[in-house]
């Protein structure tokens, strides 16, 4: 015994302890997962014996089989050898679901299923939900039609507008957009790939402030606004550079089907009234030819 260290002895006595523990239980001693023919998955008191830890603690009474003695740091001495880990296994992803938003940007996502979850310690699942941004691409009949829950917000907006004739500025490349009044043609949504078409609709105004009427008040050459009279119908244009991408695709202000809305003359101070929206929105432009047909901006 002189050359035993004191290490060796309380490994000693911890076997003797456990020893005299198994016959006091009446009970075959029983001291790994092995022989004992035990391994339990998860969390389980029961699941224990009297036998040296993993660990190397031998000062303990008791050594567990479960799973979650991996967490605890109490696993019996071979529980690795006879509770061999299982790493959890996953299926193929399932189709992408359609994107949330059909008339513009929004989120499409898709699944995969467990088919073995971890055991013993093995590898936990990976990610199980992916989600992905996208654009909507209902069909143009379909984005046109306004939202029940939307209309409180569009009924509160104001149309920014500009004659129609405008709208050729918008597209042809031998003007600079980024000039005088024509940049504020463009909203942050200019460098993205808008998928809704131009649509337009037709309004009546209902009312107007004396400074659309520049003319009679300054003595200047008549302007556009002044065509905006009480009763006046116009057609009024959406067109893709001016669409809001987080409004689904629209233009702020295009109204709502016969309610009373805002409009603000964008060239003309303090020219601004009220109209109201006769006529669906509907894929179609306006006259450019003629003043009394707008763009939304």
């Not at 022989?35 to 567990?64: H, I, V, W």
């Not at 059909?102 to 990610?127: A, D, I, L």
Request: net charge negative; charged share 25%; with cysteine.
């Amino acid at each position: 015994m002189a050359g035993l260290s004191i290490t060796g002895l309380q490994k000693l006595s911890c076997v003797a302890f456990l020893l005299v523990v198994c016959a006091l239980f009446g009970a075959e001693c029983q001291r790994t997962c092995k022989e004992a023919d035990m391994c339990c998955k998860g969390q389980n008191n029961t699941c224990y014996l009297f036998g040296p830890r993993m660990d190397g603690n031998y000062n303990e009474s008791r050594c567990y089989c479960d799973g979650n003695c991996l967490i605890m740091g109490d696993c019996c001495i071979d529980f690795h050898t006879n509770c061999e880990a299982v790493d959890c296994k996953v299926a193929d992803w399932g189709k992408w679901s359609d994107c949330d938003n059909p008339c513009g940007v929004g989120s499409k996502k898709r699944t995969r299923k467990v088919s073995q979850y971890p055991e013993n310690g093995g590898k936990q699942c990976p990610v199980l939900k992916q989600r992905q941004a996208c654009v909507g691409d209902g069909k143009a009949d379909e984005c046109l039609q306004q939202s029940v829950e939307n209309q409180f917000e569009e009924l509160h907006e104001t149309a920014r507008i500009l004659p129609a004739k405008y709208g050729y500025f918008r597209t042809s490349k031998e003007y600079d957009p980024w000039k005088g009044i024509l940049k504020n043609l463009y909203s942050r949504t200019f460098n993205e790939i808008n998928t809704r078409p131009t649509y337009c609709a037709r309004f009546v105004v209902t009312s107007t402030r004396s400074a659309c009427n520049v003319s009679a008040a300054t003595e200047q050459n008549s302007t556009w606004s002044e065509e905006l009279k009480e009763n006046q119908e116009v057609c009024v244009e959406c067109q893709p550079t001016a669409m809001d991408v987080e409004r689904g695709l629209r233009c702020i202000g295009h109204g709502v089907f016969d309610k009373q809305t805002r409009w603000s003359a964008i060239d003309v101070p303090h020219c601004h009234g009220k109209w109201m929206m006769t006529s669906k929105h509907e894929a179609c432009v306006c006259d450019k030819e003629s003043d009394i047909n707008l763009i939304l901006i």
